[in-house]
């Protein structure tokens, strides 16, 4: 039994030593979010969104310059036969020379006048896209942060989760040295060590529990930080708990005005308004001014230099009035599902903000309770160990009181950080997020 002990205490010696011996890098929130929106995939993807809508806007407005095409053509010619008919009274009797070559050149001109206003609403829808697809790219910084916030104080549970286990393990083994002593002397019965050693086997089972979740939150935040997979971060407590929790917002009133997802919306429903007055202009006809130049040349025939052209130019598509109803009608319902799923992101932004509201409130209310249960647990924890040493309590009394305090000490401790969480989570879905942390220009 001594020997199996031993053992025991060396492997979990070990295995303490070394998560202790692994370098760690001490991260702050804001250099979190900052790495986050500089380097992870979803907001380069967003960024990449935003520019080719801003090309596709720049497309749009080219199409109100004029057009310009140049044509040209070289040909050589075999043995050409040239008949001129009527070519005047008096007939030649000398043969038509045969050409070796023609050629030919081409500079033609066309300035859009009115086209039923396309070119005008295709600016505008475009501008809009373009602005909502901005929006989105904001929205997606708002996740990204988020996830990062949620990450960061999940990895400050499981490290605090970690450093309390740790420390009341060290003190779970000294009582079981303690045990073993008062058992070789008969004070207290073998019973009574197999529970405390029983304790420290617990323990231990929740330390490697909390060491794998530590490692796999680390690994999710490195991930997405695009840091080495082989980083050990590690949250500094003063970093963590000076971050400020006040102003917190108490209605969805600010939400509705800053969320980026529902002002996304808000800008394809114009561009949506846009496409409707584009498919209606399918019913007018289309002006514009012409304007070209030719030059032709084939040898020993015929030479044409400076031949320039201008007029107008209008096309009407008069089966287009007809067939145009149902582009018309369906732009129109398009612009109605964007209508819709306005009013239907509203209602569930509404429910977002106040259910944050209420979870914000909870864990306030929650932390004072856990720090009045720690104050609890200590005392009967100090009382059961008196009672232990003057022989008034047993072993069962002092194990269940020390798994008491544990558990009291890790409560207050997360729920200090779930304060903080739940703070960020409701800026998140205020729409102030970003904000908060100053990065709007990253």
Same mark, same amino acid.
């Given at each position: 039994m001594k020997i199996n002990q031993l053992m025991l205490f060396g492997v979990f010696f070990i295995g303490i030593s070394s998560i202790e011996a692994q370098e760690k890098t001490s991260l702050t929130l804001d250099e979190a979010? %900052?790495?986050?929106?500089?380097?992870?995939?979803?907001?380069?993807?967003?960024?990449?969104?935003?520019?080719?809508?801003?090309?596709?806007?720049?497309?749009?407005?080219?199409?109100?310059?004029? /057009?310009?095409?140049?044509? +040209?053509?070289?040909?050589?010619?075999?043995?050409?036969?040239? *008949?001129?008919?009527?070519? +005047? *009274?008096?007939?030649?009797?000398?043969?038509?020379?045969?050409?070796?070559?023609?050629?030919?050149?081409?500079?033609?001109?066309?300035?859009?006048?009115?086209? +039923?206003?396309?070119?005008?609403?295709?600016?505008?829808?475009? /501008?809009?896209?373009?602005?909502?697809?901005?929006?989105?790219?904001?929205?997606?910084?708002?996740?990204?942060?988020?996830?990062?916030?949620?990450?960061?104080?999940?990895?400050?549970?499981?490290?605090?989760?970690?450093?309390?286990?740790?420390e009341n393990q060290k003190q779970a083994k000294q009582r079981v040295t303690d045990f073993i002593e008062l058992e070789k002397n008969g004070i207290i019965p073998r019973n009574d060590l197999l529970k405390a050693q029983l304790l420290v086997s617990k323990t231990q089972l929740s330390i490697d529990e909390a060491n794998n979740n530590f490692n796999n939150i680390n690994f999710y935040l490195t991930t997405l930080l695009k840091l080495e997979p082989n980083v050990k971060l590690e949250v500094n407590e003063s970093d963590f708990f000076n971050l400020k929790t006040s102003n917190a917002p108490t209605s969805d009133a600010v939400a509705l005005e800053n969320r980026k997802d529902l002002e996304a919306i808000r800008f394809q429903q114009k561009a949506s308004e846009a496409n409707i007055k584009i498919a209606r202009s399918g019913y007018y006809p289309t002006l514009a001014l012409l304007g070209g130049y030719t030059a032709f040349d084939l040898k020993d025939i015929i030479t044409v230099r400076y031949a320039m052209n201008f007029g107008v130019g209008l096309t009407y598509d008069l089966s287009g009035i007809i067939k145009n109803?149902?582009?018309?009608?369906?732009?129109?319902?398009?612009?109605?599902?964007?209508?819709?799923?306005?009013?239907?992101?509203?209602?569930?932004?509404?429910?977002?903000?106040? %259910?944050?509201?209420?979870?914000?409130?909870?864990?306030?209310?929650?932390?004072?309770?856990?720090?009045?249960?720690?104050?609890?647990?200590?005392?009967?924890?100090?009382?059961?160990?008196? %009672?232990? *040493?003057? +022989?008034?309590a047993d072993t069962n009394d002092l194990v269940e009181a020390d798994v008491e305090q544990l558990g009291a000490k890790i409560n207050t401790a997360v729920s200090k950080a779930t304060i903080i969480q739940k703070y960020y989570e409701l800026l998140s879905v205020s729409g102030q997020l970003s904000q908060s942390f100053n990065l709007s220009k990253i």
């Open positions: 979010v %900052k790495m986050a929106w500089e380097k992870s995939n979803e907001v380069t993807l967003a960024n990449t969104k935003v520019n080719s809508k801003k090309y596709e806007s720049q497309e749009a407005r080219n199409h109100q310059y004029p /057009d310009l095409k140049i044509s +040209g053509q070289y040909q050589r010619l075999t043995k050409a036969s040239i *008949d001129m008919h009527n070519s +005047g *009274d008096q007939a030649s009797t000398e043969p038509m020379p045969s050409p070796e070559r023609a050629m030919f050149g081409m500079a033609n001109l066309t300035l859009p006048i009115f086209s +039923g206003f396309k070119i005008q609403n295709s600016i505008k829808a475009s /501008d809009n896209l373009y602005e909502a697809e901005s929006a989105y790219a904001a929205k997606t910084k708002e996740d990204v942060t988020l996830r990062v916030v949620n990450y960061y104080a999940a990895l400050y549970k499981a490290q605090k989760t970690l450093d309390l286990l740790n109803s149902a582009s018309v009608r369906a732009a129109e319902s398009r612009a109605l599902e964007v209508k819709n799923t306005e009013a239907v992101m509203t209602d569930r932004i509404k429910v977002e903000v106040q %259910k944050s509201i209420e979870d914000y409130d909870l864990a306030i209310n929650q932390s004072v309770v856990y720090d009045e249960a720690l104050q609890q647990a200590t005392e009967n924890y100090r009382l059961v160990k008196d %009672k232990f *040493d003057n +022989g008034l």
